[in-house]
């Protein structure tokens, strides 16, 4: 039996037990088979609703948790793009020229050890969800028997993400965001609600005006948002 055909069976297993929090360890499991599958270094699922929230599920090593950490602090990259696109996002050489669309990110990925990055989008029943983010050290295109099993993975990665339904509460029912415990950016969603509240902005604006901050302090967006919630930095009009 295939590697691809061992890795559905054992999700499907899996999210058969129905134990409570384990749709994280199967998303791992898809994460590494993924790597092992495909001619990549690494890959990390987020469950997304838009550019203001988006969490890392799971990162399979520091690269691509740190690629995850980038495209959320700066609200732009393959990930936004297939998930709003709807489409893989195959970028084989990095290296090659600045896409269009994310010239920020991809300037700033460049100082990892990454060349080429293919994303692809999750969805679960007919709703966009989450997306797969993978990386390799060397540029290179996927073969196209490689791309066909990539869509399989991701189809996977999707399902397995459906076994977080009955345990961590990511998503509802509909695939909308839900505050679940452990998310990673907490501090960044009470800081934009604070900024919403003090500056009256929609939520979209007070988020990038908090990225803009970040940006032009070269600071990590976490820190900002973590000295707007302990009153270490002051949010007022003309700051901001």
Known sequence: ??????????????????????????????????????????????VMADAGHREAVYCSDAVSAALAELQFALGEGPCFEAYTHGGPVLVPDLGAGLPTAWPVFAAQAAEYPVAALFTFPLQIGVVRVATLDTYRATPGSLAGAELATALQVADLAALALSGLLGGDRWLDGDGRWMEGAGMRHREVHQATGMLIAHLDLPAAEALARMRAYAFGHGRPLRDVAADIVAGRLEVDREAW
Do not use: K
Not at 29 to 43: K, S
């Open 1 to 46: 039996m295939a590697e691809i055909d061992v890795l559905r069976a054992g999700v499907l297993a899996a999210l058969a037990g129905g134990r409570p929090g384990s749709g994280v360890d199967v998303v791992g499991r898809v994460c590494r088979a993924c790597v092992r599958l495909l001619p990549v270094d690494g890959a990390a699922v987020s």
